[in-house]
Antibody, heavy 118, light 109 residues
Framework: QVQLTESGPGLVHPSETLSLTCTVSGFSLTGYSVYWVRQPSGKGLEWMGRMRYNGDTSYNSALKSRLSISRDTSKNQVFLKMNSLQTDDTGTYYC????????????WGQGASVTVSS | DIVLTQSPVLAVSLGQRATISCRASQSVSISSINLMHWYQQKPGQQPKLLIYRASNLASGIPARFSGSGSGTDFTLTIDPVQADDIAAYYCQQSRESHTFGAGTKLELK
């Protein structure tokens, strides 16, 4: 059964760095790519970036200067780090799997809620 | 960036057909493959894949959901609408990077 679970701090102070972990099960990170998608409170979805199955990364150009995605395949984990957080970074952060169909997000985690506040 | 435009709200009666549209600012097709996908999101839940590549039903999704379209104009149809279908629906393109529409909230008349 494919599962993705996000974890991380619920509260981050302005200008600090957000660190989130996506722990996966039911598939291998060397066989499937994992994406990060976020949703500001009450708003729509924004693709943030991708960890490819081969270790390559790609980022949303609007976030690229603040964002880093990495992984530990031995722990089945993908990591997101984003610096210089501001209040409009508040929202829910999801990790998703790119399924067998190219560039299709076929499974989503339940999301990690992040509030940026002093 | 490819911008996807959706109507914000669609009101429908139970048992009727709902047609949700999504228009892209440029073609999202590559060699006849339409890289447009649809997701359903209920309040407090994560999005769920409904339709991939414009017209392919994702695993476990009821047949009352269908998708169509090509190039820049795409449609998600729900027929007949059931109470459990009241949710927000997002289109998403993967032709160039990934972008989502702002979502259409399906409401009951």
């Amino acid at each position: 059964q494919v599962q993705l679970t996000e974890s991380g701090p619920g509260l981050v102070h302005p200008s600090e760095t957000l660190s989130l972990t996506c722990t996966v099960s039911g598939f291998s990170l060397t066989g499937y790519s994992v994406y990060w998608v976020r949703q500001p409170s009450g708003k729509g979805l924004e693709w943030m970036g991708r960890m490819r199955y081969n270790g390559d990364t790609s980022y949303n150009s609007a976030l690229k200067s603040r964002l880093s995605i990495s992984r530990d395949t031995s722990k089945n984990q993908v990591f997101l780090k984003m610096n210089s957080l501001q209040t409009d970074d508040t929202g829910t952060y999801y990790c998703t799997r790119e399924g067998p169909q190219w560039r299709v997000m076929d499974a989503w985690g339940q999301g990690a809620s992040v509030t940026v506040s002093s | 960036d490819i911008v996807l435009t959706q109507s914000p709200v669609l009101a429908v009666s139970l048992g009727q057909r709902a047609t949700i549209s999504c228009r892209a600012s440029q073609s999202v097709s590559i060699s006849s493959i339409n890289l447009m996908h649809w997701y359903q999101q209920k309040p407090g839940q994560q999005p769920k894949l409904l339709i991939y590549r414009a017209s392919n039903l994702a695993s476990g999704i009821p047949a009352r959901f269908s998708g169509s379209g090509s190039g820049t104009d795409f449609t998600l149809t729900i027929d007949p609408v059931q109470a459990d279908d009241i949710a927000a629906y997002y289109c998403q393109q993967s032709r160039e990077s990934h972008t989502f529409g702002a979502g259409t909230k399906l409401e009951l008349k």
